[in-house]
């Protein structure tokens, strides 16, 4: 099985402190893949990587076998990689339609989209409202209404439709229940999950253990700048976890999962 994603010898640093030392990486099809790791031990920088928002010194990332160079993460979003950001990464006084076209709005056909460049507001509130309706986010008084209006989740909620509308290849979601409630952190995970269900792959980066051990299938424990190991979280405890983590437990002899 070709991974979507995989990272070969990956090496990053910033004059003599070296965030990621000749590290790995895979994602598989159809999977949720939790990246944990202590503060500094290079985990959002490897994925930083991955998504193009850092251009590595050494080693190889491949999408779906082939290699790829990104230097920025807008030409990983051509290929059809998404990013949730831990910060929402929305504009608050636009719309839910605009926040989700933001940067590959839909012009009007014809004369009035080539030449004068109207935008078919209609044609992305419709799209808007059809991919908020999928995932069970239509509670919001109008698809026309300011993000600003909305409650944390109801935000990462639009962060989350607007990723799973484009990605083609996977979805990276970088603590996306880091500032939200308890209510609100269960309808992140649920909207995970269901993305998940339509067969988009996710990295998600998190250290909210229960979080992490619910929803993953499988656990990328990062430590000191490289993948320390892949565990199964059916065949490990989070206290285990956290031990491989920490270095206050060896790791797996080989990869368990």
């Known amino acids: 099985m ?49 998504c193009g928002a850092t251009v590595p010194d050494e080693g190889e990332i491949l999408i779906e076998g082939k290699p790829v160079k990104f230097s920025s993460p807008i030409e990983a979003r051509d290929m059809g990689i998404e990013i949730v950001y831990q910060n929402l990464a929305l504009s608050p006084a636009l719309s839910i339609a605009d926040n989700m076209f933001t940067g590959r709005e839909l012009r009007k056909p014809g004369f009035l989209g080539k030449v004068l460049r109207m935008l078919d507001k209609p044609a992305m509130e419709k799209f808007a409202r059809e991919k908020l309706t999928e995932l069970g986010l239509m509670t919001v008084q109008s698809i026309k209404q300011p993000v600003e209006t909305l409650s944390g989740g109801q935000r990462q909620g639009v962060a989350v439709a607007r990723a799973a509308a484009f990605a083609t290849k996977f979805i990276i979601m970088d603590e ?3 500032a939200l409630g308890v209510k609100e952190s269960r309808k992140v995970l649920e909207l995970i999950k269901d993305v998940r269900a339509r067969g988009i792959p996710i990295i998600l980066i998190s250290h909210n ?6 929803v993953a299938d ?32 060896e790791p797996p002899a080989r990869d368990a999962a």
């Open 176 to 178: 996306p229940t880091a």
């Open 2 to 50: 070709t991974p979507v994603v995989s990272a070969k010898g990956i090496v990053k640093r910033y004059g003599h402190v070296t965030a990621i030392d000749r590290s790995d990486f895979e994602l598989r099809p159809g999977e949720i893949l939790a990246v944990i790791g202590d503060n500094g031990a290079g985990k959002s920088s490897i994925v930083k990587a991955i």
């Open 209 to 214: 253990m229960p979080h992490v051990f619910e």
């Open 218 to 249: 499988r656990i990328h424990i990062h430590r000191l700048g490289k993948r320390l190991c892949t565990i199964d979280p059916k065949d490990y405890t989070m206290s285990d976890a956290v031990a491989f983590m920490t270095g206050a437990k």
